[in-house]
């Protein structure tokens, strides 16, 4: 009865990282841009060594693969929310310094005039260094990415000043993996850069598009891996019953 308690114990072990994975995608429904990942998926090993010949081993094996599908697009109306097209994603230099990217397009201007993003990650230009927009200006973006900035002081006729172009790149070609921030990175290659598919990247100005995590969907799928592990905790109990009863029947026949 030893090889199903352990059986259990291991599969209740390695399912967290499955209950995990899904616990996030349920706290980033809201997040904007949000992608989750590909499913984990549980393998089975023979576990080695005297003794173990009838067990074997569940093992969690997960892939962090982002899942590109696009989300909801809604109309924000509000001047620094950009909306990635298609599968182009933002480049970012996140806190320690490193190339990210990104779909999430709710930018904001920080004390120094530096566009970034709501989590303090900075917007890159074409030339890889941080977008800067003049103290007072009004910011606004155009499909291919650029940004202008207009003098709001000036008569209503001011042209506005081409600033920078954000840093867009096509993510078709390639296989992305979430950073412990919560960026993308080219699976296995941190901090290097997408290569340039010569597609046209765009975006879209003044909206923001939602996760493309299904909350009822995730919900079910939650619940599922509660069934799963009670059902593992039951089959814990019961082993333990039927020693106890088996050890009860050897002591009365003695």
């Given at each position: ?165 954000i840093l867009l790149r096509d993510a078709s070609q390639v296989s992305l993996e979430r950073r412990t921030d919560g960026l ?71």
């Amino acid at each position: 009865m030893d090889r199903l308690a352990f059986n259990a114990a291991a599969a209740i072990n390695e399912g967290r990282t499955a209950r995990q994975m899904t616990t996030n995608e349920l706290a980033n429904v809201a997040t904007p841009g949000f992608k989750r990942s590909f499913e984990a998926a549980m393998l089975t090993l023979k576990v080695q060594g005297a003794g173990f010949e009838s067990r074997l081993q569940p093992q969690a094996f997960s892939t962090d693969n982002i899942n590109m599908r696009p989300g909801v697009i809604v109309k924000t109306g509000r001047a620094l929310d950009v909306a990635m097209d298609e599968q182009a994603v933002m480049g970012v230099t996140a806190t320690n310094g490193e190339l990210g990217f990104t779909r999430r397009g709710d930018l904001r201007l920080n004390g120094k005039g530096v566009l970034e993003l709501s989590n303090g990650a900075i917007v890159r230009g074409r030339s890889g260094g941080p977008i800067t927009i003049p103290a007072g200006f009004l910011v606004s973006f155009s499909k291919d990415g650029s940004v202008y900035a207009t003098n709001p002081g000036q008569a209503d006729n001011a042209q506005p000043v081409l600033i920078d172009r954000i840093l867009l790149r096509d993510a078709s070609q390639v296989s992305l993996e979430r950073r412990t921030d919560g960026l993308y990175q080219i699976t296995g290659k941190p901090n290097e850069d997408i290569p340039d598919t010569n597609k046209l990247t765009t975006l879209s100005p003044e909206t923001l598009e939602g996760s493309n995590v299904n909350a009822m969907e995730v919900m079910v799928k939650l619940m599922d891996q509660a069934r799963s592990f009670e059902m593992q905790v039951n089959v814990i109990k019961q082993s333990k019953d039927t020693d106890e009863a088996g050890a009860s029947m050897m002591r009365a026949n003695a």
